[in-house]
């Protein structure tokens, strides 16, 4: 049974460069979550998708992160001008539903551990 | 705002020993609850999950947890750890807004747990 992945599992950037971090939810689920994992840290909240809609950033560090989600499947979390400050894990979790009165679980990917030079 | 503290950053057992994994919350109204393990270089996966049954939760791997209000806790036990046990371990908590909420996860800081022969 296929879960949540992310490509690429590493990724090692020039301070200055852009980067894509790809995420595949379980299929078919509705929720994606995005979430940033400092080293030593909790894993932060950055951005919600149900379907193809963004209906919280309120997690984005700076206007220099951006994801996308066009078709309700694929993810994109895309970093302008990378920081030092952005070297961490990003996870997705995907989840079967919506919300509401049932709290689904979560499904997390393995990350994309970024580090920054 | 809610909030999730973990006591204790780095706890360790014999093989065999009790296993107790402290949490509080701190929240306006009684949240959504969960414990995740983290095993390196693997993503986040669901221990259990309190939203708002049962007070004590029984998850995979023999854990459970108990949910006490006056406490503010969901403290995670385990009779006797085994030493695939050994893992990271986060409380989390999702805010319950009116009974509807899109499952965003708030993380403690994380508890490494150590098991040795």
């Known amino acids: 049974g296929a879960g949540v992945s992310q490509s690429p599992r590493y990724k090692v950037a020039k301070r200055g460069q852009d980067v894509a971090l790809r995420c595949d939810p379980i299929s078919g689920h509705v929720s994606l979550f995005w979430y940033q994992q400092a080293l030593g840290q909790g894993p932060e909240f950055l951005t919600y998708?149900?379907?193809?809609?963004?209906?919280?950033k309120s997690g984005l560090p700076s206007d220099r992160f951006f994801a996308e989600r066009p078709e309700g499947s694929v993810s994109t979390l895309k970093i302008q001008r990378t920081q030092q400050e952005d070297s961490a894990v990003y996870l997705c979790?995907?989840?079967?539903?919506?919300?509401?009165?049932?709290?689904?679980?979560?499904?997390f990917g393995p990350g994309t551990r970024l580090t920054v030079l | 705002a809610q909030s999730v503290t973990q006591l204790g950053s780095h706890v360790s057992v014999s093989e065999g020993a009790l296993v107790l994994l402290r949490c509080n919350y701190s929240s306006s109204v009684p949240p959504y609850l969960f414990w995740y393990v983290q095993y390196p270089n693997q993503g986040l996966q669901l221990l259990l999950k309190y939203t708002s049954a049962a007070t004590l939760v029984k998850g995979i791997n023999g854990f459970e947890a108990e949910f006490k209000k006056s406490e503010t806790s969901f403290h995670l036990t385990k009779p006797s750890a085994h030493m695939s046990d050994a893992a990271e371990y986060f409380c989390?908590?999702?805010?319950?807004?009116?009974?509807?909420?899109?499952?965003?996860?708030?993380f403690g800081q994380g508890t490494i747990l150590t098991v040795h022969p």
């Open positions: 998708f149900q379907n193809e809609a963004q209906l919280d």
């Open positions: 989390a908590v999702i805010r319950n807004a009116g009974g509807t909420s899109y499952g965003k996860l708030t």
């Open positions: 979790a995907s989840s079967q539903g919506a919300g509401g009165l049932v709290i689904d679980t979560q499904y």
